[in-house]
């Protein structure tokens, strides 16, 4: 499941591009010298890792408490289900569900602090820049942390997370270097294509781990243990 995860940046970064792209394109590097270059966009990267990280370890939170309820693996099918419908249902149709306007106030001010940071040049401005980054709302980001919940395990959820932002760092170091190259339409276009089908392999994979079917690593059978709850007293 966290190949998956890698798999899903590499892919999604051609979407990242064109949301994240204009951020990237703005960043204050000095073009002047190489390798401090490479070290701005690192710790830009650096930044939304880190961002990345944050919002696995809270939903793996989340999926870990429901765990514990005994709720797993129907939650696996139910988010595989998800994520399914996601790509199938209209676009036209979810925007008029934006699931972003609860925290409207939040993503303004971060696009604020954004803007500030990125008339600044010094060291600590690109972790700033990447972190905050890390924090606006995306579509990918949405089904990695669905997939964070699902997993049921806060170690896994948060390198589930922290995976998906590491396959998006290639592209997006690229698109600084050669921005002009990325420009390009029909490079997004047909690479955007393959975007719905993982997406859907990913949503199957969930729901056959949620059925518990036996198959190792993919279908595990549920665990049939359980906690005593009787207690002697003396």
């Known amino acids: 499941m966290l190949v998956s995860a890698f798999i899903l940046g590499v892919l999604g970064s051609f979407h990242c591009v064109g949301m994240c792209g204009p951020i990237a394109f703005m960043l204050p590097l000095d073009h002047k010298y190489q390798l401090k270059k490479f070290f701005q966009i690192s710790l830009y990267h650096l930044g939304r890792l880190l961002a990345y990280s944050i919002i696995g370890l809270f939903f793996g939170l989340v999926g870990k408490s429901l765990n514990i309820f005994g709720m797993q693996q129907g939650l696996s099918i139910g988010i595989g289900i998800v994520m399914i419908l996601v790509v199938l249902i209209p676009t ?28 600044k040049k010094t ?3 690109f972790l700033t820049i990447g972190f905050l980054n890390g924090f606006l709302p995306c579509g990918l980001v949405y089904i990695a942390v669905f997939a964070a919940v699902a997993l049921g395990s806060i170690l896994s959820s948060t390198l589930y997370v922290l995976l998906f932002g590491l396959g998006t760092i290639p592209l997006m170091t690229l698109v600084v270097y050669a921005s ?10 047909h690479v955007q294509k393959a975007i719905p089908v993982f997406i859907i392999m990913i949503g199957l994979l969930f729901i056959l781990r949620g059925m518990g079917l036996g198959i190792p690593y993919v279908s595990p059978k549920q665990s049939t243990e359980t906690i005593s709850t009787n207690f002697e007293c003396h």
Do not use: Q
């Open 92 to 119: 036209s149709l979810l925007m008029k569900y934006n699931f972003s306007k609860p925290i409207y106030r939040i993503i303004s001010r971060i696009k604020s602090a954004l803007g500030k940071e990125l008339k």
């Open 123 to 125: 060291p600590d401005t």
């Open 180 to 189: 002009h190259f990325f420009k390009a339409k029909w490079i997004r276009k």
